[in-house]
């Protein structure tokens, strides 16, 4: 069975810097996708990127990158210019097949320090 | 645009009562639906999902049911709740079948069996 792990159940970072969230996951399947979602205090999760397995190149989109590393089932992602809106909790999924269904960690709290 | 819509946005039900939370999409036709539960310190667990009108699909046993009597209507039940029911129970949307397609999802709902 497909599994997502996130190892930091919670991580601090000062304004305008860069922080890491960790991810790793467990599958078989050769084609998937990845993706990060931040959940703000008002609980509303918004997808802030995603990766397809069978694309190389890491995603980016404005300040978010990630770091996917197919073979070891790594999938990070990086937030440069930490701003006091990034302050939220950060799940990680799995998604792989034509369901449509999601595998999601059990998230990584992010504070952002002023 | 499209928006999803979640009612109501906080329950309160003793042990043993019905449940019925109702999500509503606009802006869009024929989506796949998807019901999530949250449970506290934990990521989302999908719950159910549906590709059309009738057509429910269950990922976890468990008391709860789902139904889906209009296109853009889908509703999660229980004829008698549990003190395990306490979650946050959040709805989502995609354009199609499969991972490729965004999820989008509504603000939530918050459910405490007493």
């Known amino acids: 069975a497909q599994t997502v792990t996130q190892s930091q159940p919670e991580m601090s970072v000062q304004e305008a810097e860069t922080v890491t969230l960790s991810c790793t996951y467990d599958t078989s399947e050769s084609d998937y996708y990845l993706f990060w979602y931040k959940q703000p205090p008002s609980r509303q999760m918004i997808l802030v990127i995603r990766q397809e397995a069978y694309k190389q190149q890491n995603a980016t989109e404005n300040r978010f990158s990630v770091n996917f590393q197919k073979a070891a089932k790594s999938f990070s992602l990086k937030i440069s210019d930490s701003q006091l809106g990034d302050a939220a909790m950060y799940f990680c999924a799995y998604g792989a097949g034509s369901q449509g269904n999601l595998i999601f960690g059990k998230g990584t709290k992010l504070s952002v320090k002023p | 645009s499209q928006t999803i819509h979640q009612w109501p946005a906080t329950l309160v039900q003793p042990v043993g009562s019905p449940l019925s939370l109702e999500c509503t999409v606009e802006g869009t036709s024929n989506p796949n639906l998807y019901w999530y539960r949250q449970a506290a310190g934990r990521g989302l667990q999908l719950l159910f999902y549906s590709v059309g009108i009738g057509q429910i699909s269950s990922e976890v046993p468990q008391n709860l049911s789902a139904s889906r009597p209009q296109d853009r209507q889908f509703i999660l039940s229980s004829k008698k709740l549990l003190l395990s029911d306490s979650g946050f129970y959040l709805c989502?949307?995609?354009?199609?079948?499969?991972?490729?397609?965004?999820?989008?999802f509504g603000p939530g709902t918050r459910l405490t069996v007493t």
């Open positions: 989502a949307w995609s354009a199609g079948t499969g991972v490729a397609y965004e999820q989008y």
